[in-house]
């Protein structure tokens, strides 16, 4: 089954506006979540996680997440888009001490279009 | 810097072929995985390694091996390549202590099977 879902396989937005995309994850415990972002023809590169502790994160260029316990949620957020956002992004999950080991459960990825 | 090469960003190969794909990390990881990625389905994990020759499967192993003979070097193979194993390939390493549980990924290796 399925730990984590993103519901939108697209999200456009304006440069300058604020830009959320979304992840919720459906497992028991406390998972470990984290984001990663691929532009085209590339590998995926790590930009935050969330282990334990404070509920935001940061990460990098400019990016944040907000673990939501209540809702299962671990949206990520940018208060500024630029057009160089533009990527395909990717929600992880790692359960601990699942049978998977140190494996990491993704979503199907949530394409970002940034327009000037 | 972590760094994952995998041996070729572009491949075609025919069908019936043996394929090899070879993926090297330098930072004495001792997690290593291999995953695929289509559009639509996200990525997939075919096998992990958490050691030199161990070996496990993940979720779509059918069609797929693997080799770990030395702790940097994470090899998939596939005995008999089909158009269906078209795809992306993606190799990853993370560390099994500490704090950093992420992975790391490679660039990617874009096989064509026809």
């Known amino acids: 089954a399925q730990s984590v879902a993103q519901p939108e396989d697209q999200v456009n937005v304006a440069e300058g506006n604020p830009l959320t995309v979304k992840c919720t994850y459906s497992?028991?415990?406390?998972?470990?979540l984290f984001w990663y972002v691929q532009y085209p023809n590339r590998g995926l590169q790590f930009l935050l996680k969330y282990i334990t502790g404070d509920n935001l994160v940061k990460g990098s260029y400019g990016f944040e997440a907000e673990f939501n316990k209540s809702q299962t949620s671990f949206h990520l957020k940018k208060p500024s888009a630029l057009v160089s956002d533009s990527a395909l992004y990717f929600c992880a999950v790692r359960i601990p001490n699942s049978n998977s080991g140190y494996a990491l459960n993704f979503g199907k990825g949530t394409s970002l279009l940034v327009t000037p | 810097d972590v760094k994952v090469t995998q041996s070729s960003r572009y491949l075609v190969k025919r069908t019936g072929e043996k394929v090899f794909l070879e993926c090297v990390q330098d930072m004495d990881h001792e997690n290593m995985f291999w995953y695929r990625q289509d559009p639509g389905l996200g990525l997939r994990l075919i096998y992990f390694?958490?050691?030199?020759?161990?070996?496990e499967k993940g979720d779509i192993p059918e069609g797929y091996s693997v080799s770990r003979e030395k702790k940097e070097r994470f090899s998939l193979i596939l005995e008999s390549a089909s158009t269906n194993q078209t795809s992306m390939y993606l190799c990853?390493?993370?560390?099994?202590?500490?704090?950093?549980?992420?992975?790391?990924f490679g660039p990617g290796t874009r096989l064509t099977v026809t």
């Open positions: 390694s958490y050691d030199v020759k161990m070996k």
């Open positions: 497992v028991s415990g406390n998972p470990y």
């Open positions: 990853a390493s993370s560390s099994q202590f500490g704090t950093v549980y992420e992975q790391y």
